[in-house]
């Protein structure tokens, strides 16, 4: 009898194995119990709805171009080509993919030293514009201004060509030149303008004593400004000055990590300097890093529309945190983070993951930062080699 019930309990157990197993085999091969017509189903979280997504076009097209197409190519270039289609339908000019050469550009740009013209390029409203020439740039001594409008590159129309693919055309070697068609409000008509391509080397921070006031000028948030920032904000403290400006002016961003110590050095220990709200709409707050050294300090910031990404977030905490007066122009508007995910050994995606918020719960992704005192910086100004923003900010700081 004890060897039945053994029989029966092994036989039982056999039995529910092979159950799980046919269960699992239809439901894994879903043609068997979905019929022909099943279609994977994809949750759009944006909508809030179930929206369906054939992937069978896809492969249907990879098949044809297998079977079909004459000519020779890379299925990897293909996978390439699906995803930075993939990227680009998503409408928006901050996501993208990079493959190898695109990705190790974006790191030489942010290490400060890499071969082009010096100028941050941006996608608005399907135009390619520039946000900001870099300081001392090949681009700034050629003439270009922030918002200025790339129409075409070396005579050739640019409309059809993404952001990356823009940027791609314009780099190039030192000693290399290349002519850009620019519209400029203002302009009667677009004007070319020939640009010789240098080796770019930005030391990030620049500062000095301006009488009895301290200037600290940020030219991007690269790998070496954290650092930079502090020596400077260490050395103008040992001088007791009057107050500090910060010019944030035509400051195309960088890394977020160099916004928030920046920040850091103005505003009280344990303050929200960013918010970042997702998707799902949960936010995380990042606080300050550094002593605040200059937290006692009046201090006033330049902005303008060539102040961009980490810029805004170091002008909007320093206007909620200490009441700081900005002067210049509404800065650029551009408030989103963008991660990096490795897909393989040389290729990333940058897609845009959050929006940027300050401390006060303010938008800055196609808002922008407001400033105080609104003054503007003519191209006679320039010219002259005159800066009524400069002059309103020493002038602030010294009352």
């Not at 890394?255 to 936010?283: I, N, R, T, W």
């Not at 002259?384 to 602030?396: I, S, T, V």
């Amino acid at each position: 009898m004890k060897n039945l019930k053994k029989i029966l309990i092994i036989v039982g157990v056999l039995w529910i194995a092979i159950i799980f197993y046919f269960t699992g085999y239809l439901i894994g091969h879903k043609n068997l119990i979905l019929g022909t017509n099943y279609k994977p189903t994809i949750t759009n979280l944006e909508l809030k709805k179930p929206e369906s997504v054939d992937f069978g076009i896809f492969w249907k097209a990879w098949n044809t171009i297998s079977d079909k197409y004459v000519g020779t190519y890379s299925a990897q270039k293909l996978v390439y080509g699906a995803i930075k289609g993939m990227t680009e339908a998503l409408g928006d000019p901050y996501s993208n993919f990079l493959d190898q050469t695109e990705n190790t550009a974006l790191q030489q740009d942010l290490s400060g030293k890499f071969e082009g013209i010096g100028a941050e390029l941006s996608k608005k409203d399907g135009k390619i514009i520039i946000i900001a020439p870099l300081g001392d740039s090949p681009a700034e001594k050629a003439g270009l201004k922030a918002q200025d409008q790339i129409l075409g590159i070396d005579g050739k129309d640019i409309s059809n060509l993404s952001l990356d693919e823009a940027v791609s055309k314009i780099r190039g070697a030192k000693g290399t030149e290349v002519t850009l068609l620019i519209n400029r409000q203002g302009f009667q008509t677009p004007q070319e303008f020939k640009i010789t391509r240098g080796l770019i080397t930005v030391s990030s921070v620049k500062w000095e004593m301006k009488g009895e006031i301290g200037y600290i000028q940020i030219t991007q948030f690269g790998s070496d400004t954290s650092e930079l920032a502090k020596k400077a904000a260490s050395e103008l403290a040992q001088k007791k000055p009057k107050a500090i400006v910060l010019d944030l002016r035509n400051n195309p961003g960088g890394y977020l990590d160099s916004a928030v110590d920046v920040s850091s050095l103005f505003v009280p220990k344990g303050s929200v300097v960013v918010k970042e709200q997702y998707k799902d709409g949960h936010k995380d707050e990042l606080k300050t890093t550094f002593e605040p050294i200059l937290k006692d300090y009046k201090v006033i910031v330049l902005v303008n529309e060539g102040s961009a990404s980490a810029s805004e977030i170091v002008a909007g905490a320093l206007q909620d945190l200490r009441g700081a007066t900005l002067i210049g122009k509404k800065t650029f508007g551009k408030g989103s983070v963008q991660e990096l995910q490795n897909l393989d050994t040389s290729a990333v995606l940058k897609l845009t993951i959050a929006k940027w918020l300050t401390p006060n719960d303010r938008t800055i992704d196609k808002e922008g930062i407001k400033p105080n005192i609104e003054v503007d910086r003519t191209e006679t100004d320039q010219s002259q080699n005159l800066d009524p923003q400069l002059d309103k900010a020493l002038e602030e700081a010294g009352k």
